[in-house]
């Protein structure tokens, strides 16, 4: 959009009611009328009546066939004019010769008695044009003012001759306040999208070497990564119109809609060159072609031809950049990805610990925070998490400081948010048995001790007995001390160990197991077909791996659910249960050897509810290096 154009006034401007003056600076209440279809029906019943009003003039006297032979007979009828349907004249009467009329029956012997008494008749064909105009007019009215405050109720994109009109919301210059100061946490993505930036400001600067700048730019990354954000920050920076629709706004029901609406996008973006359009959630419209098991051209088919088709035709010196964003990149279709479309792909990967600490910065600086609130404390309590989760933890602890009435958001506050979003929401009312809640006590007991005493594993920050989320009767908060993307055999092996613990601690102190560790059973599970399958970790099965790279499953490759014969699939399932068993045995020599802190440390969680980690310290006794 231009500076100098004004956007045009909608609907709802035009038909603004001017406000009255206020009065103490109170804006007066304006009501609201709500139309509904009873407004139409009485408008229809007024417009008949009106109708058979100016149509079907009716006398001053009406009266019965009988009365008027009668009147025939007795020498009173003095004029008559006889239509088709109604005989109309004058009589005489005590007040006078009045006008009357009658309904016209079949009588034969009407015109002879007329002649008979000498009465002056004459006839006249009735014109129904206007009633037969009205007839036709009236209900397509009626239909047509119903059928458009039905579409005006679903929205104003229904409209039919907006079906091939793009969806996309424009945000001008002005309107946009993003930049990249208000993205952090994904420094590599930043730098490479500052090429893009400076060709939208400075395009020559490029063209002078005969280079060209990449027609499309695919963001790929897990959800809550800051994709959307990253792509506005973009057009703020370079100060272009930004052109934002999802990939589900192209495909309609209706065949050819999708395909018109990538064309009126095109043509929208060139006429507000340089620009960019951004579309989110590519793989809602680029899914490979051919995955349909009927293989018919379906209309998501025809819409992604036809953006392959744009962006071929696209010329790179236009100063217009193409944007997606995805989580789901192998789905795409490869004619995507290929050079000349989406040229670069930038990852928009988690935020590291530096990275948090950025974020939550920039989240809190509307918030008031208390004195005792440590950034980088929570960016290390909070490993894997997006943009989104950290936003959704300093939302969470400003309400819950909020519902205590306090005056700014303390670390208490934020440590529950935490707890909200890694565990669920607690459930204190959940009514549990005495014999329940000991179990839970020492499950959780044995993963702490566990997780306390391997040197390999994450250190326990606290321990609950509270019930949250779904399921969750009782938790232990591990968190890493760093960021870590490599595991040794020694470090998982210790995973398994804690998750082991809790239906070891049930086993050796109860004598009997339960369902509470249905999870811990899974995971565990998982982490040994890894360790065998996938990093060639078993001794007797050597540095094979078993495990193909995972693909999407309309890929030929996948059909087959292995390659390999029965006899090494059952070496396999041996490996993994001995790396279970074996971790089983390491795990009761140690719980049992530590059966009185155990004991120690489920008592007071019976107590409190709640352990944190300086109270498991003591209990324990860890070495200064471990602590």
């Not at 309107?175 to 420094?187: L, M, N, P, Y």
Request: glycine share 6%; with cysteine.
């Amino acid at each position: 959009m231009k500076k100098d154009q004004k956007p045009p006034p909608n609907l709802r401007d035009l038909l603004r009611i001017k406000e009255p003056p206020t009065r103490g600076g109170k804006k007066p209440v304006l009501r609201k009328t709500h139309f509904t279809i009873w407004y139409f029906v009485i408008a229809f019943l007024i417009i008949l009546f009106i109708q058979n009003y100016i149509v079907s003039r009716r006398a001053e006297d009406v009266i019965p066939y009988s009365e008027f032979k009668e009147s025939l007979r007795a020498g009173k009828i003095k004029e008559l004019t006889i239509t088709q349907e109604s005989i109309a004249g004058d009589r005489e009467t005590e007040k006078g010769v009045r006008k009357f009329q009658t309904v016209r029956v079949e009588d034969p012997d009407l015109v002879k008695e007329l002649e008979a008494h000498r009465v002056k008749y004459t006839g006249k064909v009735e014109s129904k044009w206007l009633m037969n105009l009205l007839s036709w007019i009236v209900p397509l009215v009626f239909f047509f003012v119903v059928w458009r405050l039905l579409f005006s109720r679903i929205g104003p994109e229904t409209s039919v001759m907006s079906f091939g009109k793009s969806r996309a919301k424009i945000y001008a210059e002005k309107e946009k306040k993003v930049s990249f100061a208000d993205v952090a946490g994904i420094d590599e993505a930043k730098e490479e999208l500052k090429e893009v930036v400076e060709f939208l400001k400075n395009p020559g600067k490029f063209q002078r070497l005969g280079g060209k700048i990449p027609k499309g730019v695919l963001l790929v990354g897990m959800p809550g990564t800051g994709k959307t954000l990253l792509a506005r920050a973009v057009a703020g920076e370079a100060n272009v119109p930004f052109f934002s629709i999802s990939g589900s706004d192209f495909v309609e029901m209706f065949v050819g809609v999708g395909a018109a609406r990538v064309r009126d996008l095109f043509a929208q973006a060139q006429t507000h060159a340089p620009c960019i359009i951004f579309i989110d959630e590519l793989d809602a419209l680029g899914k490979a072609r051919g995955v349909n098991p009927l293989g018919r051209h379906d209309e998501q088919e025809q819409t992604l031809n036809q953006l392959l088709a744009e962006m071929d035709g696209f010329d790179p010196n236009t100063g217009v950049i193409i944007m997606a964003a995805t989580n789901r990149p192998e789905i795409l279709d490869p004619a995507l990805l290929r050079p000349g479309r989406f040229d670069r792909h930038v990852v928009v990967d988690r935020p590291d610990l530096v990275g948090r600490e950025e974020i939550l910065r920039i989240h809190t600086r509307n918030v008031k925070l208390s004195p005792d609130v440590d950034l980088k404390v929570i960016a290390s309590r909070t490993p894997g998490f997006v943009g989104a989760d950290l936003a959704n933890i300093v939302n969470e602890a400003a309400l819950l400081a909020a519902r205590k009435n306090k005056e700014s958001v303390e670390m208490a506050d934020i440590e529950e948010a935490i707890d909200r979003v890694v565990a669920g929401l607690e459930k204190k009312r959940r009514l549990m048995s005495k014999k329940e809640k000991e179990i839970v006590a020492f499950h959780e007991s044995g993963h702490a001790i566990m997780a306390s005493l391997l040197p390999s594993a994450d250190p326990v920050r606290r321990i609950s007995i509270i019930p949250r989320g779904i399921s969750a009767l009782g938790y232990t908060l591990q968190l890493p001390t760093e960021d870590r993307y490599l595991m040794t055999k020694t470090e998982l092996l210790d995973r398994l160990a804690v998750l082991l613990g809790g239906r070891v601690a049930e086993e050796i102190t109860f004598g009997e197991i339960s369902t509470g560790a249905h999870n811990d059973l899974l995971r565990a599970t998982d982490i040994a077909t890894s360790m065998v399958k996938e990093y060639g970790m078993s001794e007797k099965l050597g540095y094979v791996t078993y495990e193909k790279e995972k693909k999407p499953l309309f890929l030929p490759s996948s059909l087959s659910s292995k390659e390999y014969s029965e006899e090494t699939a059952k070496q396999i399932d041996a490996e993994v249960k001995k790396i279970i068993d074996e971790t089983y045995t390491r795990v009761k020599e140690t719980l049992t050897g530590k059966r009185d802190k155990l004991e120690e440390l489920a008592r007071l969680l019976l107590e409190k509810e709640v352990v944190e980690e300086a109270d498991l310290k003591k209990i324990i006794q860890l070495p200064a290096e471990r602590a």
